[in-house]
């Protein structure tokens, strides 16, 4: 079954000189439990794929299904209610609120969706075991790592057990051997939970641990290629 399937999305941007095509004719499909690496050079279009699926931003034209619904043409609230249920985010710099502790941070999708205190402090402690860090939980982000303040952020996406996993460049603020670390924690998750990730990265040993890449330039695919 697919999860994500796009049908000649193309998405221009018009301002005062004139229309970018950030992209042209995307063929896009990504069934339940891939691992897919988005790469290509700097301005190919990669960040406006990712806000495209992960419905941060609609297409100019074509079609966009996810799980089933099509949702290029849905309205702003459906459109918000549908993100907030079937997609976590992961960043490059964290977003994480600096004056809230780890769990703190985790709990905030769940109080903006009316969850109660204790069942959402069962939840965001659940969380931050899964990536590691339940001896953490009441730091806040300046008394923590580059790599735990990005496992804080992971957990905050898995707290609202969300079908797909959007990062952009998520290893990009971190050395090579907490990138790595955080690699492997998104590995474990599409393997032992089942979820969907979808990463932009610069970097292709980083790309090498999604199942299959697909490389963009000049806001088209130019070439996939599945990992053995
Ligand atoms: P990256 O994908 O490399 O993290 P960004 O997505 O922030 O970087 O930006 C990629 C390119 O898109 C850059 O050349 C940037 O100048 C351009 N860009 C991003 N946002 C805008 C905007 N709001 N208006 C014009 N250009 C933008
Ligand atoms: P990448 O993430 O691969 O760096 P982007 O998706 O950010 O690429 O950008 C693709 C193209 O669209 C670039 O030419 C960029 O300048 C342009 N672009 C991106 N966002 C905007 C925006 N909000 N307004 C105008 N142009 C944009």
Redesign the pocket.
């Known amino acids: 079954m697919e999860l994500l399937e796009l049908k000649g999305i193309s998405?221009e941007?018009r301002?005062g000189k004139g229309a970018?095509?950030?992209?042209s004719d995307i063929n896009l499909s990504v069934k339940r439990g891939e691992f897919v690496s988005i790469m290509?050079?700097?301005?190919?279009?990669?960040?406006?794929?990712?806000?495209v699926i992960g419905c941060l931003d609609r297409p100019s034209a074509g079609e966009y299904f996810l799980d089933g619904m099509k949702v290029d043409r849905v309205s702003d609230d459906k459109l918000s209610e549908i993100r907030n249920r079937y997609i976590g985010f992961v960043f490059q710099n964290f977003h994480l609120l600096q004056g809230l502790d780890a769990l703190g941070n985790v709990e905030l999708p769940l109080i903006y969706r009316g969850i109660g205190s204790a069942e959402r402090k069962r939840r965001a402690k659940e969380a931050l075991d899964a990536v590691g860090l339940s001896d953490r939980i009441h730091h806040r982000p300046s008394e923590l790592s580059g790599g735990e303040q990005q496992r804080v952020a992971i957990a905050r996406a898995l707290v609202q057990e969300p079908l797909l996993v959007l990062a952009d460049e998520p290893t990009g603020s971190l050395d090579s051997r907490t990138g790595r670390a955080i690699m492997e924690l998104f590995q474990k998750l599409n393997t032992e939970r089942g979820i969907t990730v979808v990463m932009?990265t610069h970097d292709r040993d980083m790309a090498r641990y999604g199942r299959r890449i697909v490389r963009?330039l000049d806001?088209r695919i130019k070439e996939e290629e599945f990992i053995g």
């Open positions: 998405k941007y301002s970018v095509k950030a992209l290509g050079p700097s301005g190919s279009g990669k960040s406006t794929l990712l806000n932009v963009l806001g």
